[in-house]
């Protein structure tokens, strides 16, 4: 065992996400930088561990039976920024938060990312899946983004080769670990960064009360006119916002608001999100997401995909 690296043993992984839930790592380690990672890398190596990587753990459903392996806790956490007065790159680490550099960035009057204001995580969880909200993403400001590949090589990706699409990346297969990346922002009044913070601060306020894991499924991206879900349910046209249906509203159509199992409901404000209401177990969370499935290809004919990945 390492000595320079703190390997904990049996570490409650609820305590690691926003949802409250999930078994213990039979390992779990924070790394600060890369030679950190490198070392815990080769640890899960020599001792035949799978391994994950945990950001800020608030777009995981932790298995109650945990993880039997090495969660690695990106903690790396340093910032660079060149400022030239009408733009400004941020080179970062992927353990910052998104949140800093929303803050941080709006307040020197640089546009690009102050429509995430309130989505908890990382900067590497954020590029990992893409996140978005108010019709933008991260994936706007993103230059380049530096990672540790399977060989343990570092490499440096373009905008393009990260594979951006709608709430995700090459990331999400590739197994790659994001170490850093290059963001660019633009200078703005501070008038118009204003308004769309105010707008997501607007959402924030309506924040939910209880543990959760933000929105559980990926809203439906309608195909074009042949799309067979409007020929089928022509009234869902004027559901369309930014060429997407939001499956809360169908989650609702279906019935399925308030709907509990155990610890676990659907939220009765946004029924695409499942809350915690006090010792929900990951298992209560999958019936509901199962019973959502369901009803959804049973009205409608569509298959939902998750956007919270499952460890
Ligand atoms: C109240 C609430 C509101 C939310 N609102 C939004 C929203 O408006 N829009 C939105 O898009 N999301 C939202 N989310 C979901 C979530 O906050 C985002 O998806 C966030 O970007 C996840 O970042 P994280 O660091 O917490 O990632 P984690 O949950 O820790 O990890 C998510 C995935 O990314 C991978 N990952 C993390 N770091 C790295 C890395 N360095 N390298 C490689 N892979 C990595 C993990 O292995 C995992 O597969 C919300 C969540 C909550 C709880």
């Known amino acids: ?24 790592a039979r390992y779990f380690v924070a790394v600060k930088n890369k ?24 777009n995981l459903l932790v298995s109650d039976s945990g993880f039997n392996g090495l969660a690695i806790k990106m903690q790396n956490e340093s910032i660079k920024m060149q400022d030239d007065g009408k733009k400004c790159k941020i080179i ?7 949140g800093k550099i929303i803050i941080e960035t709006s307040r ?10 309130g989505i908890p995580g990382t900067i590497g969880g954020a590029i990992c899946g893409n996140a978005g909200r108010l019709g933008q993403d991260i994936s706007q400001v993103v ?14 990706l373009s905008k393009e080769e990260c594979g951006f699409g709608y ?11 994001i170490l850093s990346a290059s963001l660019l922002f633009i200078k703005k009044e501070p008038a118009e960064i204003e308004a769309v913070l105010n707008e997501a601060k607007a959402a924030v306020k309506q924040a939910l009360p209880f543990p959760s894991a933000g929105c559980v499924f990926k809203n439906y991206k309608v195909k074009g006119e042949s799309d067979e879900l409007l020929k089928n349910h022509p009234e869902l046209i004027e559901r369309i916002r930014g060429g997407k249906i939001g499956v809360g509203y169908l989650i609702d159509q279906c019935g399925l608001k308030g709907k509990q199992v155990g610890g676990a409901k659907i ?8 809350i ?15 019973m959502a499935k369901e009803a959804i290809k049973n009205k409608y004919g569509i298959e939902m995909e998750e956007e919270i990945r499952y460890i």
């Open 1 to 24: 065992m390492s000595k320079s690296l703190n390997f904990q043993e049996n570490i409650n992984l609820a305590d690691y996400t926003t949802f409250r839930i999930g078994g213990t």
């Open 108 to 117: 020197l009057g640089y546009s690009g990312a102050e429509w995430g204001f």
């Open 143 to 156: 230059e380049s983004v530096t990672v540790l590949d399977e060989g343990l090589n570092i490499k440096t």
């Open 267 to 274: 939220w009765e404000n946004h029924a695409n999100y499942i």
């Open 92 to 98: 970062c680490d992927a353990g910052v938060l998104l």
């Open 167 to 177: 709430r995700s990346s090459r990331f999400k297969e590739s197994k790659e670990i």
């Open 35 to 58: 030679e950190e990672l490198m070392e815990a890398l080769r640890f899960a190596k020599n001792n035949s561990l799978p391994f994950f990587i945990l950001g800020g753990g608030s």
């Open 276 to 290: 915690n209401l006090g010792g929900a177990k990951a298992q209560d969370v999958m019936a509901l997401i199962k």
